[in-house]
């Protein structure tokens, strides 16, 4: 237990004080807080292997702070412990409905009590294998895969889009976008990026260089996107120098280093890519309403069923932004035969120009329509992806 971190999270100073102070005689790393918001940061940052905490908080509900805590995968299965004077059953039962591991009231036996927990906690730990490998030391983050079976249907757009409003909707999280679509990628350019990392470029890199500190140090945030991005090939030139077996090697070093990783592949389906896609916690199906584009979508479905991928985890929208004519949202379900969960409104010239300018459309235009269902969309996708990893 030697080294172990703990965080200790109590507005009560002196009550801090003491627990850490014993903790640190015991020879355990302590971090201690004096809000959820401090002790969320510190969480999220220096990934604790036990949070000690009492419940009673002033600035967010105790339910609230343990569902944080459970929803980010750093400290999704980090052993939570609420040390409280409170006895009340109400605040015992929020408490382990929202997922800590136990709740105890402070008294003269809980030091021994606290002591045992320890001992069963990290014993277990201890007996498990050490995982040396970096990209299997955390559970990877959520893979979310952009899919559309033809050209010019907005894909890397709403790829583009809707990453951002994942980031901002979940503030906390760390996200990355990565642009696999060959031969030449279309976000850098969405999202007015210019520099000489892509995707292409780091593929010639040995795989010992291009490791997560390497990614997180490197990869570009474009300014009101909030994601990091790894472009796509500039030009046929340099798609012409990807090293395609690098590629599955280069998402797994993203999956450990990323709460979210967002890949768009575009109508780029091929060997390199469906690895990709069946490994996806959820595949964003885009589909424009011309009949061409449908039944397309439809082959291409049929394909992936054919390879194991399952209908619970396609997440198919309907862009209109992109045209007003065509099939409506029936009709394209009839022919493709699954759910349209989403359908992005008609937006006449804003589509584009917000494209043009390099702005996410929920800033250039955030009382339209379309600004409203994407935030929407992003917050079902993470609901989503969360529930088909937990399957």
Known sequence: MV????????????????????????????????????????????????????????DIQDGEFIQKLRQNLRTAN???????????????????????????????????????????????????????????????????????????????SLCANLAMNIKTHQPEVSVVVADL????????????????LNLASISELPPSQTNADYIRQNLPEPELW??????????????????????????DVL??????????????????????????????????????????TKTVWEYLQSQGVEDQSIYAILNRAVGLEGLTKTEAEGIIGIPIKTMIPYMGSNFTLANNLNQPITTKYPKDTASIVLKEAAENMVKLARRQRAR
């Open 3 to 58: 080294g172990k971190k703990i965080l200790v999270l109590d507005e009560n100073e002196s009550s801090r004080k003491f627990l850490s102070s014993l903790l640190r005689q015991k020879q355990f790393e302590v971090f201690d807080a004096s809000s959820s918001k401090e002790a969320l940061i510190i969480a999220w940052r220096d990934e604790p292997d036990l949070i000690l905490f009492d419940p009673v908080l002033s």
């Open 78 to 156: 980090t052993p939570i412990i609420a040390l409280t004077s409170d006895p009340g059953p109400a605040r015992k039962a929020a408490c382990l409905d929202a997922g800590v591991d136990e709740y105890l009231i402070k008294s003269s036996g809980t030091l021994h009590t606290l002591d045992e927990i320890f001992n069963r906690i990290f014993s277990a730990e201890n007996s498990t294998a050490v995982v040396s490998n970096e990209a299997e030391a955390r559970e990877k983050g959520l893979l979310i895969v952009f899919l559309s079976a033809k050209g010019g249907t907005g894909t890397s």
């Open 181 to 196: 679509v060959l031969p030449i990628g279309s976000i850098g350019q969405i999202v007015g990026y210019t520099g000489n």
């Open 226 to 251: 909030k994601f990091q991005l790894l472009a796509g090939s500039p030009d046929p030139q340099h798609g012409n120098n990807l090293k395609g077996d690098r590629i599955e090697q280069i998402v």
């Open 255 to 296: 999956r450990a280093s990323y709460d979210f990783i967002i890949l768009d592949i575009g109508r780029s389906l091929s060997r390199i890519s469906l690895p990709l896609i069946q490994q996806a916690d959820l595949i964003a199906l885009i589909v424009s309403t011309d009949q061409s584009t449908i039944h397309l």
